[in-house]
């Protein structure tokens, strides 16, 4: 995200990956912080990539925060400048699963990228799109189809939507009173034929229905790295207590992070 001129702040927070058996998916890279004095930060690395900060003493643009191949997109860069008569700072958008997240620019912070459809729940759903970058006096980054928050460009940043792995988005304004907005927690979605039903270990957090001739389990928290599912065939279908968990939380100047959760 981004603050007001006249300080500097730390980067957003990296989103926590989802782990399911042997696959990992990454979290996101945290936006970059404002720096004043100082060159502009670039965004941190993750499953997508943080966008970048801006800073006009020096005038400087910070680098696009590196995604991970197969998982998601490269931040936007950032951009800053304070020669009349354009004078602004804007964080770079933060990567979506899909795509790349926007530049900054004079005419405003960069859009968080857009996120990925799947239909494994039986309907297309968008996940994991990327955070909207913060800016000051310019217009803020709106934030990426599949839950991503939109930026601000005077107060806090916009929270992503949970359980999608959205990024937060950055804001506009320097203080613990407008942090960035907080990233959507991760989700770790399981489907199997109607015949299977999963039991889980006590220390995790479901949501299960059916559709379609299948059974279908969202995972959306642990207590610990050590939990575990054990499926039966011809088992009754339980229903369990939802609880959704809290995504990384980005905070001042550049593009929110993400999580995926495939």
Known sequence: GVTSPGSTAPDGNDGSNSVFSTITSIGGGGGASYNNPGPAASGRTGGSGGGGGGSENPQSNGGAGPGTANQGSDGGTGWGLFLSPVT????GGGGGASAVGGNADSSGAGAGGAGNYSDITGSAVQRAGGGGGGSYLIPAGAGGAGGGGAGSSSTAGNPATQLTGGGGGGSGSSGPSAPSGSGGS???ILRVPSTVAAIFSSNVATRSYSVSGYNIYEVQQTSTTNETVTFYSGA??????????????????????IVTGK
């Open 236 to 257: 009754f279908n339980a229903e369990y207590l939802v609880v959704a968990g809290g995504g990384g939380g980005g905070y001042e100047y550049g593009g929110g992070c």
């Open 186 to 188: 991760g989700v770790v």
């Open 88 to 91: 602004g700072v804007g964080g």
